[in-house]
Each structure stands twice: as structure tokens, then as C-alpha cells.
């Protein structure tokens, strides 16, 4: 065709710009960790607390994947197509934008022995007049870490969920087999169950490694003594010491092994699922009696874990302009602007930056999707199983296992601490999530719009220009916001390619969080998700002020 | 610029099945009616002619265009109209800025596009619309509307894919006459396809299959 230029090789540049710094990542971690006979891996042996730290690692990364898996499909199979469910897809992008270092500290704010649950319990019915010497928030089970990954990975698996449903064909499916006498619940589970979750399954496996991996949460609501894998490796990465260094790849490594192994000991759970489900297929499995309990259930995990994060950030806010505000008080004596205005400056300096990233590594995930997108329809490329691998690669391979090596290159690179060089890093989280947010819109879009502008003598560059452009702005607006939230929220990325120099809300927020200062914790964790938010809204009103007068572009349409 | 429509021994094939197999020339101002039944390749022979073809698809001979060999062209090259089923408005443009889309860049400023776009809305009975919401039209405001944005691209041929038969039955009688007296007016080589007989009846050229065997009506 006339335009074979540059398009043609946007997905291969686009999966490059992926594979190429995870690898580079990787690499760059091995080397450390292997050189000098290995030392880093002995003192990674010789370190009391290894064992216990791959064990939290495990457990709770597990847990929280299984918790968030079972709920959501626990809230999809006893709510389709009712009410409840279309309140909690309008929740659901909202929650989905809040950054996970922000929903940690809310929850913390919520559970901790002077928190907000603990307030409203007390006196009346605790007798506490002090806050309890509990250790809630960090505790050695990593139970507070596990409820703060379940409340952020349930939205996102919800969210897939919702893209994969059209493809189960739910109602026709369960309609079939309730007729032949199945309850709602076993009708899901035998006939949409096994196709939903094959289309589940990379995200799933994202969640896992995400889980089993997170820093920022580790670091707010995880243990201490000692913390997760994860979060001991950036401990020793902040070591002035090089043996920490060593120690920290060593331990960089040892994280990507676990990940592997659990993703594998999943995946054999994923076949002996498989198999117990045919036989309760073949067994005519009917269980009429769980369904009220499972709708029970899905109303009561659904509304809990939407309330752990509205009050949490809600308890945010309020922390943010409290005055006085005593132990049992639920609420503050008197409110104050004082914190606000005190950290004003600091505030718009930080979110300034952290804006500017977040525009430079939408922008240009935006632009390279785009292209793909584009590429793959004027080309007819069909989308290979491999290229979907790739585009989930840098959210399987565990951040702490790819991000050092990348810092070192681009220590001796010397763009280190550069806030470009931080954006570029984003880049590598950014482009994912919006491509999965876009492509299904994209490739929904009605091919003869583009004949019947062809066939006018438009050529494909006015065609996606003046035609599809415009006619899919709201999910192109978005793909942005989405992008924008999921760069806002970027910890360790941020904190490494920039050197602790880069400065981001999201990096404020968890440095403060060890401190004890809640009101301007506060004021950074709701800044962090008003930034997300805002872009949502944008996303919401652009289109409907622009084609207010179209009735073909309403949001059914 | 008008001339004839040449189809020189144009054959699609799909696997080993043989879809389409035309030889013939259509003059301007000719419609030609394509019949069959569903899935016998009548829109495989307009996309060939249009140059949007599945890749699935393989072509053999030539398409001539007014002299122009159009077969390996870009389909926006081609200057082939085409009219679908639905009337594919753009939803998110007025009325007046669908018809403006369809405008040669060769037509400059505002004034003289604007003058463009009202004559052709008066010719569709549809003087003041310009402004209009598409979605807020009727079923047969629609269709003409189509038809006046597939003429203002200057096309050197139509191609018309069952473009009536939405349309209930009195509305279709009307359109289709409008339709047809355009395409004599402005002398386009034009193929139709139906499954309506009326509808070839009233086109009143040779009607044939995707495979080129003559239909009787
Ligand atoms: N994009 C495609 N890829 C592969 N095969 C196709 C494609 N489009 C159509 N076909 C097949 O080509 C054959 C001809 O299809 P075509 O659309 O031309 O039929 P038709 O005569 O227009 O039918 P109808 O009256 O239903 O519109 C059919 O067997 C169809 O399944
Ligand atoms: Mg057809």
C-alpha cells in the first residue's frame, strides 16, 4: 500500500521498547549477584531472616491472588446482570485509579490501633481510652499486607473480567444450564467458568507476581522483623555499603525464582481444578443451596472492599485538614487549612513533576498504541498469542527483579536522576494498560465507517484523523486516564531510575509514611489520587461536551 | 469525468472455490444488477472493484475504470462510490460536515465548499439541514443524504450493496427512483446488488450471478 512506511514497524518497535529494558533489566541484576564468586549470595544465605521473608513473600502473594480471584468471580457469577452490578461497574474506575501506595495508607489509617475502626469501637465497646498496644498494621503474618492487596487486585481483576465477559456468552450459558436444573452458582462454574478463565489467566498471573512482589504496600502494611523478600532487597539497595548492592541482586534473583516457581505450582492448580470441575460437571453438579449464600457472600466481599478503600481515603481527607484530633474522637475537635497551606508549595512543586511524568509516558504510550493499533488494521495483521505475552511481560517479571539492573544502566548511562529517564521507565508500565484498555474498543470500531471514507477518496491518514479519532475519543481519553493513574502510582521505578532525586507523590507518600505525621500524609495520598481521578473525569466529560449535540455518540450508542 | 466500467475477466477465488467470475463492460449511465443467493459472493465482486478485498481472497484480471487500470490501486484512488446497506452517516459530524468530508481538496475556501454542500443538500430536498444531527433524521432523510455525500467525492463509478433494503416499502420505491434517475443524470457505470427483483426490474440493465450466468426474472 501507498503508506508503508513507518506504521508497518511501530508493533515491532512498540514490543521492543518492552522486551528490550526487562531483559536489559534482568541481566544487569544477574551479573551482580553471580560476580565475585557469588558473594552476594552468601550473605544472602547467611542472613537470619531469609527464610521467613520468602515465606511471606509466598504467602501472602498467594493469598491475596487467591482472595481477589475468588471474590471477583464470586461477584460476577451472583450479580450478573443485576442492579448491584452496574452500581459496582461505575465504582469500579474510580477505585481501579487509586495508586496502591495511596489505598495502603488508607487502610492503615482505617485498621490501625488508633485508626478509624478502632475510634468508633471505643470506648463503648472496647473500654480503650488510649489505643490499643496491638500490632495490627505490620503484622508478622502479613494479614494487614494481604487485606490491602486483596482491596487494590479486586478492582483490576473485575475490570478483566468485564472484558472477557462478552466473549463467555454469560446470559445464553447460564440460561442453558439453569433450565437443565443447575443453581446459578454451578451453572457459572460448569458452562462460563472454564472459557472466562482462560482469558483471565495472564492477568491472574500478573496479580500473583504483583502480589508477591509489592514494595510500596510491603513497606506500609507489611512486616518488619524481618519485611518481605521484596522489600528487604530495597532496603539493601539503599545501602551506601557495594555489599549491600551484591546482597540486594542476590536477593533480586532469588525473588524472580519464587515468582517462577509459584506461577508454576499455579498453574498445576489451575489442571487439578480443571479436572475436579469435569467430574462435578459429570456428577450434574446442582447446589441450589449455595446460591444465597454466595450472593450473601459476593455483597458482603463487594461492598467490604469498596468500603476499605472510600473510608480509607475518606479517613485520608479528613486526617488532612484535622485540627485537634484526640483518641477515641471519631471525628476531629476543629479543621484546619494549616497543613495544606504549610505544604502548599512542597505539594505543587511534587505533583507538578510527578504530572509532567505521567503526561510524557501517557503521551507517548498513547501515541505508539496508537500506531500499533492502527498498523494491525491497515495491514490486516491478526495479533498473535505471543504478542500478548510480551505486552504482560513487564508485569509478570517482578519490578525488583529487572529495576536494578536498569538503575545500573542507567547509572553509567548518566540519566540517572533525570526525570525523562524516569518517565521512559514508566513508559515500560504505562503502555501495557493502555493498550489493554484500548484494543477492545479499537478493534470493535465498524470497519465500513473506514470503506465508506475510503470509497469518498479520503486517504487511511484522514480516515483515522478526522473519522476514527474522534468517533472513539472516550475510550482513547480513557486509555490516557488510565495511563496517567497507572504512572502517578509508580513507586519503585521512580525511585530507582531516578535516584531518590525524582521526587513523586507517590515517593513522598511512602517516605512519609514511616514517619509519624498523618495530616501530611494526608495531604500527599489524596493529591496522589485526585491526580488519577481529575484524568477520569476529563476522560467522562470531554466527549459528552463535544458531541453533546450527537446523538449517535452517546455512551449506549 | 465519466466513462465505461471494464471488468476484464475478473475471477475471485477463495480456497479452491471459485467466488466471482465476471467479464463484461458496464457503460455509463448502465446499471448492472448482481443477484444470488446470501453468501454467493456479491459483495466479494464490489469489494474486488473497490479494492478492499480480505486477504483471504485471490484475484485474477482487471478492473478499467474510465481508462484507468484501478486493479493494484489504493481503494481512496480509485474514485469508486459505493452505497451500503445502512447509510453509514458519521455519527459524530453534522450533516453538512458529512457531505463536506466527501469534497475534493481540489475545491478551495469555505465559501465555495459551503455552496457546494447547500446545492447538493437542495437537490435532496433537505435545503437547512446542514446543521443537523444525522441521528436525528429519518430513515429515507438518510439515505439521501448518502447518496449526495457518494456524488460530492466526484466518483467515476458506483457500486450500490443492497442499499434499499432497510428501507420500508414505500420509502423504498421513492429512494430507489432517486437514486437511479442521479445515476443516469450524472452518467456513472453503476452495479447494484439485490435479492429484490423489483430492485433489478427498476435498474432495467442486464441482470447476472457472481459467477457472470444471466438471471431471469
Ligand atoms: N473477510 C472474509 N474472509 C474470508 N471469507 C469471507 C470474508 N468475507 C466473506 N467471506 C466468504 O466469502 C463468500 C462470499 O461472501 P459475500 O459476502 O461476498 O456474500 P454475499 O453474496 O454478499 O452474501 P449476502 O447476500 O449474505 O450479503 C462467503 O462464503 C463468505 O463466507
Ligand atoms: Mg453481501
Redesign the pocket.
Known sequence: MITGGPLRWAPRLTLALLVVPVAAGLLGTLIPAFSNDAKGFRALLDWPGLSPAVWLSLTTGVAATALSLAATLLLVASLWGTRVFALIQHLLAPLLSVPHAAAALGLAFLIAPSGWIARLLSPWATGWTQPPDLLILNDPYGVSLTLGLVTKEVPFLFLMTLAALPQADVARRINVAQSLGAGRIAAFVISVLPSLYSQLRLPVYAVLAYSMTAVEMAMILGPTRPATLSAQVVIWMADPMLTGRATAAAGAVLQLAVVIAALLAWVLAERIAALVLIRLAEGGLRAHALDAVARGLAVLTGTATAAALILGLAGLAVWSVAGLWQFPDALPASLSLKTWMRAAPDLASTGGLTLLIAAAATALSLALVLACLEAEHRYALSPQTGALWVLYLPLLVPQVAFLPGLQIAALRSGVEGHWLAVAAAHLVFVLPYVFLSLAPAWRAWDPRVSVAGLSLGATPARVFWRLRLPMLLRPVLTAAAVGLAVSVGQYLPTLLIGGGRVETLTTEAVALSSGGNRRLIGTYALLQMVLPALGFALALLVPAMLFRNRRGMAVSA | MTGVLELQDLQIT?GQTR?VALDLTIAPGEVLTIM?P???????ALAAIMGTL?P?FRTTGRVILAGRDITTLPPHLRRVGLLFQDDVLFPHLSVGANLAFALPPSVKGRIARRALVDAALDQADLSGFAARDPATLSGGQRARVALMRTLLAQPCALLLDEPFSRLDAGLRAQIRSFVLSRIRKEGLPAVLVTHDPEDAQAAGGRVVT?LGIPVKL
Open positions: 477463495q467466488v444470488g446470501s453468501g454467493s459472493g456479491k459483495s466479494t480480505a483471504a457472481p
